[in-house]
C-alpha cells in the first residue's frame, strides 16, 4: 500500500507504462542514453539487495519488481518488506533497510514518455513521354505515386539506480529509451536486459568464482 505522500510526489509509471504500450507500432528496440558507474570503485559483493520500483500501481509495482528480482542473486523485491513507502525521508528507510539487513538497492522508474512524429516522404517515377498506349500502360502500373505518410514512435524513457546502502553511495546510473514497447512486460525484461550487460560490460557485476554454495548466491558489484 502506497502512502498519501507517496501517490502525490511520485510519478505516475502505472498510467504512463499503460499509454505507452498501447497503440505502438511493431517495431521495438531498447538504446542505453546514457550510463555512469563509480570511477573509484572496487569490488564489494551485494549480499541481500533489495529491487525497487517507483509506481503507484502497486500491481505493476509486484510484477515489475519481481522481474527485476529474478535477474539480482539473493534480491528480494520491495513489497515484501515495504508495504507502506514513505517518500518524504529518505535516510530514515535506508536505516530500516539496513536494519533488515539489506546491503544494495536498485530502484528503477519510468523518467518520460514522448511520442515521436516522423515524415516519411512519398516516392514517384517521371520519365520521357511515351507515344504508345502499351509501352506507357505498363510503366504507369508498374511505378504508381506512393504517397507520404507520417510515422509515430513511442519512446519510453527509464532510469536505473544502484546504491550501496551501508555508505549511501551511488555505485551506477543508467537511462534507457525504449521505442514502441509491445507489452509493459516485454519493456522492463528489455530494459534489464540491458542494464545486466552493461553492468558485465562495464565489470560493475564481474563473474563470480564460488568455492562454496553459500558464495554463489552473492552479487559481486564495485563502490567505494
Avoid at 508498374?142 to 524513457?157: E, K, L
Wanted: one cysteine or more.
Amino acid at each position: 500500500m502506497i502512502s498519501r505522500d507517496a501517490r502525490s510526489s511520485f510519478l505516475h509509471a502505472a498510467a504512463a507504462l499503460a499509454a505507452a504500450v498501447a497503440l505502438t507500432g511493431c517495431y521495438h528496440s531498447t538504446q542505453m542514453a546514457a550510463t555512469w558507474s563509480d570511477p573509484s570503485a572496487r569490488s564489494l559483493r551485494f549480499q541481500h539487495p533489495i529491487t525497487v520500483f517507483v509506481t503507484t500501481s502497486e500491481t505493476m509495482r509486484r510484477s515489475v519488481e519481481d522481474r527485476m528480482a529474478s535477474k539480482f542473486p539473493n534480491a528480494t523485491p520491495a513489497y515484501r518488506v515495504l508495504t507502506t513507502i514513505d517518500s518524504t525521508n529518505g535516510a530514515q528507510v535506508r536505516q530500516q533497510l539496513a536494519g533488515m539487513g539489506f546491503d544494495g538497492a536498485i530502484i528503477m522508474r519510468v523518467v518520460d514518455v514522448t511520442d515521436k512524429l516522423t515524415y516519411v516522404p512519398g516516392s514517384y517515377w517521371y520519365g520521357g513521354p511515351y507515344y504508345s498506349f502499351a509501352g506507357y500502360w505498363g510503366t504507369a502500373w508498374g511505378y504508381p505515386y506512393d504517397p507520404g505518410y507520417v510515422a509515430q514512435d513511442r519512446i519510453v524513457s527509464m532510469e536505473t539506480q544502484i546504491y550501496a546502502l551501508a555508505t549511501d553511495k551511488l555505485v551506477y546510473a543508467a537511462r534507457s529509451e525504449t521505442t514502441n514497447p509491445r507489452s509493459v512486460n516485454k519493456l522492463i525484461d528489455s530494459v534489464l536486459r540491458h542494464v545486466m550487460e552493461e553492468l558485465q560490460k562495464g565489470n560493475v557485476i564481474v563473474a563470480a568464482n564460488c568455492t562454496a554454495p553459500t558464495q554463489c548466491g552473492s552479487m559481486p558489484v564495485t563502490t567505494r
